[in-house]
């Protein structure tokens, strides 16, 4: 399947160190996206990736992208107690229709 | 510009009765998806819509389960006959016409438990 697969499964850091969370998925892909879930709540959008890109910034939050490993990974630099959540990547499988989630990294930040 | 709304957020049913979902897309987006999270599992696609269209309904269960999105009002997912493993959270996305590949908005989810 096309689904993503966010390593490592969970994460526990302190807080102001750096979170480093990695995603593979199978297949070409047109965008790849990042969404946080606090516990019991929605989706947050973070950050879209196109697949000529392979860098990006927003704010706090680094995101790569390599096609051709078919991999992408989030870091969260100096990071704080209410990033505490889940990080999924989601991928288009070319379609962008629809969006193949992985089953999340859970990121602890102990303050 | 309120986002995407979904009622109820909490949903408990018993088995075999039916469940209804609704999902109001962000004003002006004329895409709805659905996706169910499992416990302990990340989303998984179920269903796009458009207006009064099914685009891909790959990822919808062969029984039980339907979906609509009428010219006028919320979509709606229905779930037939609930057994236990439809427990778990349904989530709708919008997204704006022509943005194949673009960002999703989400909704906060309607959680079903059923008993």
């Known amino acids: 399947s096309q689904q993503g697969e966010e390593d490592p499964q969970a994460l526990s850091i302190q807080e102001g160190e750096n979170a480093t969370m990695n995603c593979s998925y199978k297949t070409s892909i047109n965008n790849l996206q990042w969404y946080r879930q606090n516990s019991g709540r929605g989706l947050v959008h973070l950050i879209l990736?196109?697949?000529?890109?392979r860098e990006k910034h927003s704010g706090r939050l680094r995101v790569t992208l390599d096609t051709s490993k078919k991999s992408s990974s989030l870091l969260i630099t100096a990071s704080r107690a209410a990033d505490t959540a889940s990080y999924f990547c989601a991928t288009d499988a070319g379609t962008g229709n629809q969006f193949y989630f992985g089953t999340g990294t859970s990121l602890t930040v102990i303050p | 510009n309120a986002g995407v709304m979904q009622n109820p957020r909490h949903l408990v049913r018993r088995r075999g009765q039916e469940a209804r979902l609704r999902c109001s897309p962000m004003k002006g987006h004329s895409h709805v998806y659905w996706y169910r999270q499992l416990p302990e599992e990340g989303l998984k696609f179920m269903v796009y819509?458009?207006?009064?269209?099914?685009?891909?309904e790959s990822g919808m269960p062969k029984e039980r389960f339907s979906a609509e999105f009428p010219k006028e009002g919320p979509s709606i997912l229905r779930i037939q006959q609930v057994v236990r493993g439809d427990s778990a959270a349904y989530f709708c996305a919008s997204s704006p016409p022509g943005s194949q590949g673009n960002e999703q908005f989400f909704g906060p989810g309607t959680r079903l438990t059923v008993l």
């Open positions: 990736i196109r697949s000529n890109e």
């Open positions: 819509l458009q207006k009064e269209n099914i685009i891909d």
